[in-house]
């Protein structure tokens, strides 16, 4: 069974920055084709960034120019940096493949404000 592990949220005035990391256990891990989600509260959980099957990476619109995403393939861990983080960008944060195929973890909450 697969379990996905979120960490390195918290509260942030805006402006700030965070860096979430994603381990898995369970599961011969690879970093391709990862992403990160989050879901607000009373929304739907919402692609944020992700990983190809080439490497390569894709964020959406609403973070591009702030967030990163990343990997570290001898760790198997993912990572997604964030900075000039807005309160709109409050919300649990998720990883899993995209599309997802593992169970959803726990999340790590990321809270924007003064």
């Known amino acids: 069974q697969v379990q996905l592990v979120e960490s390195g949220g918290g509260l942030v005035q805006p402006g700030g920055s965070l860096r979430l990391s994603c381990a898995a256990s369970?599961?011969?891990?690879?970093?391709?084709?990862m992403a990160w989600y989050r879901q607000a509260p009373g929304k739907q959980r919402d692609l944020v960034a992700s990983?190809?099957?080439?490497?390569?990476?894709n964020v959406a619109d609403s973070v591009k120019g702030r967030f990163t995403i990343s990997g570290d393939h001898a760790k198997t861990i993912l990572y997604l940096q964030m900075n000039s983080l807005k309160p709109e960008d409050t919300a649990v944060y998720y990883c899993?493949?995209?599309?997802?195929?593992?169970?959803w973890g726990q999340g790590t909450q990321v809270t924007v404000s003064s």
């Open positions: 990983i190809t099957s080439g490497g390569g990476t």
């Open positions: 369970g599961t011969i891990f690879s970093i391709l084709t």
């Open positions: 899993n493949k995209n599309p997802p195929a593992y169970p």
